[in-house]
């Protein structure tokens, strides 16, 4: 409270000068209307200050142009007191055209080779834009080549997630399968401990496996075909299958063959 009375009575004497203040009510509703009041009259006076700035800068402005067309009419000796509406009008088109071509001195010959210059710059600026233009161009055609080979590599892209997920499908089959066989292996395996633990307990050795089994099986078959080779052979000597008879053939066989060398061994002496 006592900062904003301080800030009040300093702009009173502002304001008053070397008069007196006048008397008011120093209570604290006093003291806030006139602390409102000091903040909109400063702020009324910043604005003010500000325009009046504003309206010297533009005074200043509007000099200087007066002194430059005045110039530039003294230089074909022309005073605008004495020119008509039209006249005037015309002098102002001419000085307009004059500051748009940023001509100095204002003569026929300086604003026809300023004419001559801005239609250069435009002729310039159209060409650039003829230029751009055909960067456009191309940039629009690269933009539509780039567009294409995206939407080609979309396409690829689409048909190698296809190929991905039906790949994982395989795969999720494939791995279902081998979870199918892994399980069967095991039940498998379960069942042949289980009914060897039973044979086991029946008295079964390995003796009656199906691989020893298969084994005598192809010993059997080897036996009998040498069984059968000696059958053959056998019957070739016509020989009894008693074997006391096959000691009578053999010695009557022996003594048939020692007649036989008697008869040859006579045989020979008498050609002798």
Not at 72 to 78: A, H
């Given at each position: 409270m006592d900062i904003k009375h301080r800030e009040v009575v300093q702009w009173l004497e502002e304001v008053y000068g070397n008069d007196q203040i006048p008397p008011y009510e120093k209570s604290e509703r006093?003291?806030?209307?006139?602390?409102?009041?000091?903040t909109v009259s400063k702020c009324s006076e910043k604005n003010a200050k500000l325009l009046a700035a504003d309206y010297a800068t533009k005074t200043a402005e509007y000099n200087a142009e007066g002194q430059q067309i005045n110039?530039?009419?003294?230089?074909?000796?022309?005073?605008?007191?004495?020119?008509?509406?039209?006249?005037?009008?015309?002098?102002?088109?001419?000085?307009?055209?004059?500051q748009v071509l940023d001509v100095h001195i204002p003569t026929s010959t300086n604003i026809i080779l300023a004419a001559n210059q801005l239609e250069m710059e435009h002729m310039q600026t159209v060409n650039e834009q003829e230029q751009e233009r055909g960067r456009m161009c191309q940039l629009l055609e690269l933009n539509k080549a780039v567009g294409m080979k995206i939407e080609e590599i979309r396409s690829i892209h689409k048909q190698a997630e296809a190929t991905w997920n039906q790949q994982q499908e395989v795969l999720a089959k494939d791995k279902k399968q081998e979870y199918y066989v892994k399980e069967k292996r095991k039940d498998y395996i379960s069942d042949m401990n289980y009914y060897e633990a039973k044979l086991n307990q029946v008295g079964m050795t390995k003796n009656i496996m199906h691989s020893t089994l298969c084994k005598q099986w192809a010993q059997l078959k080897e036996?009998?075909?040498?069984?059968?080779?000696?059958?053959?052979?056998?019957?070739?000597?016509?020989?009894?299958?008693?074997?006391?008879?096959?000691?009578?053939?053999?010695?009557?066989?022996?003594?048939?063959?020692?007649?036989?060398?008697?008869?040859?061994?006579?045989a020979c002496k008498d050609n002798d």
């Open positions: 006093s003291i806030n209307i006139l602390h409102q009041l000091m110039k530039w009419l003294e230089s074909v000796n022309i005073k605008p007191s004495i020119l008509l509406k039209e006249g005037q009008e015309g002098l102002t088109a001419f000085a307009t055209s004059a036996v009998e075909q040498q069984v059968s080779s000696l059958e053959t052979k056998l019957k070739s000597y016509n020989l009894p299958p008693d074997m006391t008879l096959a000691e009578v053939k053999v010695e009557e066989a022996r003594q048939k063959l020692a007649s036989l060398m008697s008869d040859m061994a006579a």
